[in-house]
């Protein structure tokens, strides 16, 4: 299976924030959406990602007091993003390595959404409960007068 195929079955919807936002605004839209990042955007182009993690942070460096605080003082410049072809095995590798949650997934210089750790546990759990189905269908049709290799 293919980032892309998660893709297609999650959606392209994508949730935003500019880099002069206000850190306040972005966690609430956040929490509005149920979101755990917003895409940080400007001219168009992707500049950063901010996720949950660097809003925990950046609330315990402030002790809770976000005052004027932007989006760009604690995003992630130039996050690792990943290619629609990749297999989903390399991309589990990857977010532990990385220890992200939440990567984009750019093609030829396009952002084409947003990968989760949520999003490929439930595409790795339907696909097993797929091949799950479909062996207990072939097994239960096993043809009369056949035996198991064994």
Do not use: C
Request: aromatic content about 4%; hydrophobic content about 45%; charged content about 30%.
């Amino acid at each position: 299976m293919q980032v892309r195929e998660i893709l297609r079955v999650k959606g392209s919807t994508l949730f935003t924030a500019t880099p002069e936002e206000k850190l306040a605004e972005a966690i609430t839209a956040m929490a509005d959406q149920d979101v755990g990042s917003l895409v940080v955007m400007s001219s168009g182009r992707m500049v950063g990602m901010l996720t949950f993690r660097e809003v925990i942070k950046a609330v315990n460096a402030s002790k809770g007091k976000l005052d004027d605080a932007r989006v760009e003082d604690v995003m992630v410049r130039d996050p690792v993003t990943v290619d629609p072809s990749m297999e989903v095995d390399e991309l589990r590798r990857l977010m532990i390595e990385k220890h992200s949650r939440y990567l984009p997934v750019m093609e030829a210089g396009v952002l084409q959404g947003v990968i989760s750790f949520l999003d490929v546990a439930k595409a790795v759990l339907e696909e097993q409960s797929f091949e799950n189905k479909m062996l207990k269908n072939y097994i239960r049709n096993w043809p009369d007068g056949e035996q198991a290799a064994g």
